[in-house]
């Protein structure tokens, strides 16, 4: 167990939909990470926040969004939702800037 | 931009033997991070092993070593006596030093390579 959460394990649904998936980093952990796994694109980070603020983008779409709290949790909201949005979802965390990253189970999307 | 490469999509091993992952990487940077990332069938993804590029030494873990080529770009992964709970997919992946390039600690991921251990 990483000590990373994040939340739905699964879930199912249709084009055209908005979903949210939650993350809450290790303990203390202050830069979060997120990352999708899909059997064609491979592992690819999406984005990243540090203390609330957003600070490096990656092969994020633009109807995709991110943000992290104040309680240091982050949320991905997928919107409009297409077939290939269908991936694991990853969210990782790490100390500082510099830290190893650890992974949480991830969230498996399927869109239908 | 760098660059993770994995030209073995499969490999198999008796278990109790020797096995390595080959894993190349493309950079311009001089300071960086190189890890080994394993993904059993859980999906989970775990560290193994974590090198830094300015470190001679090879990194060990247990079982798990690194043979870290700065000059030729390669890192790859020995695993001794092999396990059957050792059978996932493994992730070779790079970081930028943060240093070295401020406002990028992603990590860039190989293909990865999935290890088969055979009873």
């Known amino acids: 167990d990483s000590g990373v959460t994040q939340t739905p394990k699964h879930l199912i649904t249709a084009t055209g939909q908005r979903v949210t998936l939650r993350c809450s980093p290790r303990?203390?952990?202050?830069?979060v990470y997120w990352y999708q796994q899909s059997l064609d694109q491979g592992l690819q980070f999406l984005i990243q926040?540090?203390?609330?603020?957003?600070?490096a983008k990656g092969n994020i779409l633009e109807r995709f969004s991110a943000q992290q709290f104040p309680d240091l949790h982050s949320e991905l909201n997928l919107s409009s939702l297409e077939l290939g949005d269908s991936a694991l979802y990853f969210c990782?965390?790490?100390?500082?800037?510099?830290?190893?990253?650890?992974f949480g189970p991830g969230t498996r999307l399927t869109v239908l | 931009a760098q660059t993770v490469t994995q030209s073995q999509p499969e490999m198999s091993v008796q278990e109790a033997e020797t096995v390595t992952l080959s894993c190349t990487y493309d950079?311009?940077?001089?300071?960086?991070?190189l890890f080994w990332y394993k993904q059993p069938p859980s999906r989970q993804m775990i560290l193994v092993i974590r090198?830094?590029?300015?470190?001679?030494q090879n990194a060990t873990e247990n079982r798990f070593s690194v043979n870290f080529q700065k000059a030729a770009k390669s890192f790859s992964l020995k695993i001794s006596d092999s396990q059957l709970g050792d059978a996932a997919m493994y992730f070779c992946?790079?970081?930028?030093?943060?240093?070295?390039?401020?406002?990028?600690?992603?990590?860039?991921f190989g293909t990865g390579t999935r290890l088969t251990i055979i009873p």
């Open positions: 090198q830094e590029a300015y470190k001679q």
């Open positions: 950079t311009s940077e001089s300071d960086y991070y």
């Open positions: 926040y540090y203390n609330g603020e957003e600070r």
């Open positions: 992946a790079y970081r930028s030093h943060l240093l070295a390039n401020f406002g990028n600690e992603k990590l860039t």
């Open positions: 990782a965390s790490s100390l500082r800037l510099a830290d190893t990253q650890y």
């Open positions: 303990s203390g952990d202050l830069s």
